[in-house]
């Protein structure tokens, strides 16, 4: 697959700022219950199925990567930027990371139970968010999970804004679950919360399965 231009650029940016990016986001699960209440519904709806490998895409230094490791969970990081990976193998050594991109993933056909993409969309243009949603259910067994962080907009649709890194595009949260259903996938939970103090925009989560 040729590489397009805005993964080549959200690689650069994420190499460079990766030692910054981890010391930033290094106690926001801490900071979050909201963050740990979705991953830990997560975590416990994926154990209540037939178990398998958990996959964090975009995992960036491995921060939910490893705390999903805490959750029991046998789970694995893939990130699009070598630098971050250097950073979640160097942290969490126990665990295992590898470079990829989430448009073509380097699993087969419904080889994993679970997958995450907290945050790993947010910089995808909207008009290639289908394509990438029918990569993850590719990989994903039928009835697997697949939870999505992302920052979220009140209007419908999407909006482009200026994220620290790179081009990011705030979905509304409605719909983004519409987009789902129609790329493989059914909404079963969703919650929109305001921003933090230290936040720019709303936040967001949508949990799905694999038709």
Known sequence: MT??????????????????????????MAENPFDRAALSIFAELV????????????CGPGRITAHLSGLGLDV???????????????AYPDLRFEEGAIESLPMGDGSTAAVVAWYSIIHTPPQRVPAVLTELARTLRAGG???????????????????????????????????????GFRVIAQLSREARPDERTPQAWVLAVKN
């Not at 694995?76 to 160097?90: H, N, V, W």
């Not at 419908?156 to 129609?182: C, K, M």
């Open 3 to 28: 590489e397009v231009d805005d993964v080549q650029v959200t690689r650069r940016s994420y190499d460079a700022l990766a030692e910054q990016y981890e010391e930033m986001a290094r106690n926001i």
């Open 145 to 183: 999970y697949a939870l999505f962080g992302f920052q979220s907009a009140v209007e419908p649709g999407v909006i482009e804004y200026q994220h620290r890194v790179a081009t990011s595009y705030r979905w509304n949260i409605d719909s983004f679950a519409d987009v789902l259903s129609r790329n």
């Open 76 to 90: 694995s990081g893939i990130d699009l930027s070598p630098e971050m990976i250097r950073l979640a193998r160097k």
């Open 47 to 58: 154990h209540g199925a037939e178990s398998g490998p958990v996959v964090d895409l975009g």
